[in-house]
């Protein structure tokens, strides 16, 4: 009997550790994710016809090659040439810098540009080419799936800087140090595919902010799958376009770069050809080894689950039975002389269905004009509509010159249930009533109510959706 139960605690402590370690593989797959910050800089435009220089824009990019020296930076068009984006600012002279501190700037230019997507390569000046970071993998639209964990990285405007936000003139000695390490890196998930003016982007909930845009989006093995804008298309809250243009602009200029799935398929051939059978990178299920450990991990987790409940099954036999007939309750001692008793099952009664409580989500509907026919959520009971990318979430095309950059906030007080408007426009918003909100103003709508901007054929409705 003794050994039977040794040999029972020695399967549950060698099911324990199958557990243990199969876990500890499955975590492994994410350390790597910090690794990934060794490729991205922080991109800095600055104004040259004034003294000091002034800082114009800002951004994140990342080290796109295959070996070391590195030549180009990819990034978001928007960061290096935001003249494009806002025609009604005055283009100033500036230059391009790979900021890494105060007194360490690498110059480049604009190499190739692809203005539609909101990309710009940019090419690092021949005596200032990089050493010492590590480029990432760049995979495809192919290798990540809506519900999918994704990684921003990059340099948020509010990361390690010297000054409030929102500023006025910044000048070179107002940044700390934009070190690889210094990158933040932000977790979400990748909630949904769409395409926009025929790009393709993902939408997601990773944290990101101004500063971000030209970063990675990278997929659970720190491969590229994306590069962050901040501009807000469709229902995107938070978006990125598809690293597949950037791969195809790198493609067809002779520019080598390190590519997801040509290296998985050379490293998984060389191992199964080059190493010993007994060394090859093959898990015991003949599965790559984190999927053989991860199912091997949830396997002995079962059967540790089942071990417990036995465990917990012959402790109450063996507890019943080491009770003298003589202590049982009078119930007890009947019971056990007249043998097994057959009772008739009861019906079990019926179950109460409850209608499920959902929380109110606050959208505004596109009811005529440019987004006709589409529902935006309110992220953060927040958005704000207007032609800058930099300054709001829901964004004009720049033709659409009666939009103002800044046009309308709106936000929904969940205590109240109602939602408020404040203009910020030089055209004007408007009431259903045709009544024109004031600038600076809040005004109160509730669910159901209308308004439009500028033009009264771009035409809005709030709305409760529960």
Avoid at 37 to 60: F, L
Wanted: with cysteine; aromatic share 8%; glycine share 8%.
């Amino acid at each position: 009997m003794k050994d039977c139960k040794l040999k029972f605690r020695i399967i549950v402590l060698f099911l324990i550790f199958c557990l243990v370690f199969g876990l500890s593989s499955s975590i492994s797959a994410q350390t790597a994710i910090p690794d990934t910050r060794n490729s991205v800089v922080r991109v800095v435009v600055y104004r040259t016809d004034t003294d000091p220089h002034e800082v114009i824009n800002m951004g994140t990019g990342f080290v796109v090659g295959d070996e070391e020296p590195f030549e180009f930076i990819a990034t978001n068009l928007h960061v290096v040439n935001p003249w494009l984006f806002l025609e009604d600012e005055e283009q100033v002279p500036v230059n391009i810098f790979v900021y890494r501190s105060t007194d360490d700037l690498v110059p480049t230019s604009i190499h190739v540009t692809l203005p539609r997507v909101d990309m710009a390569l940019l090419r690092i000046d021949p005596d200032h080419l990089l050493y010492g970071y590590e480029p990432m993998e760049l995979g495809s639209r192919d290798m990540v799936d809506v519900g999918d964990q994704v990684y921003a990285i990059g340099f948020p405007f509010a990361a390690g800087t010297q000054f409030p936000l929102p500023w006025g003139k910044i000048g070179m000695s107002d940044f700390s140090a934009a070190y690889p390490e210094d990158a933040t890196v932000t977790q979400g998930v990748l909630s949904k595919m769409l395409t926009y003016d025929g790009v393709g982007y993902y939408q997601m909930d990773a944290s990101v902010n101004p500063g971000n845009s030209g970063g990675p989006l990278v997929n659970e093995h720190g491969q590229v799958i994306g590069v962050v804008t901040l501009s807000m298309y469709a229902e995107g809250i938070h978006g990125a376009f598809q690293i597949d243009y950037l791969t195809d602009i790198l493609r067809s200029r002779g520019i080598e770069h390190k590519v997801a799935s040509e290296v998985s398929e050379e490293i998984e051939v060389t191992e199964v050809i080059d190493l010993p059978e007994d060394e090859a990178a093959v898990g015991p299920l003949g599965l790559d080894p984190g999927t053989s450990y991860l199912l091997f991990a949830l396997g002995a987790g079962l059967l540790l689950l089942i071990a417990l409940v036995l465990i917990l099954t012959r402790r109450k036999k063996a507890a019943t039975a080491a009770v003298p007939q003589s202590l049982r309750s009078p119930a007890q001692q009947a019971a056990s002389a007249a043998g097994p008793v057959t009772r008739a099952r009861q019906e079990p009664a019926p179950a109460v269905t409850q209608a499920k409580r959902r929380d109110p989500r606050p959208v505004i509907k596109g009811i005529a004009g440019h987004f006709a026919g589409q529902s935006l959520e309110l992220v953060d009971n927040q958005l704000i509509i207007g032609r800058d990318p930099r300054l709001a979430q829901l964004v004009y095309p720049q033709q659409k010159e009666e939009i103002s950059r800044k046009h309308l906030t709106i936000r929904f007080d969940e205590r109240t249930q109602k939602f408020t408007l404040t203009d910020s426009s030089s055209n004007g918003t408007y009431l259903s009533s045709n009544q024109k909100l004031n600038p600076g103003e809040t005004y109160y709508l509730n669910s159901g109510e209308r308004f439009y901007l500028a033009d009264p054929n771009e035409v809005f409705e709030v709305k409760v959706d529960s």
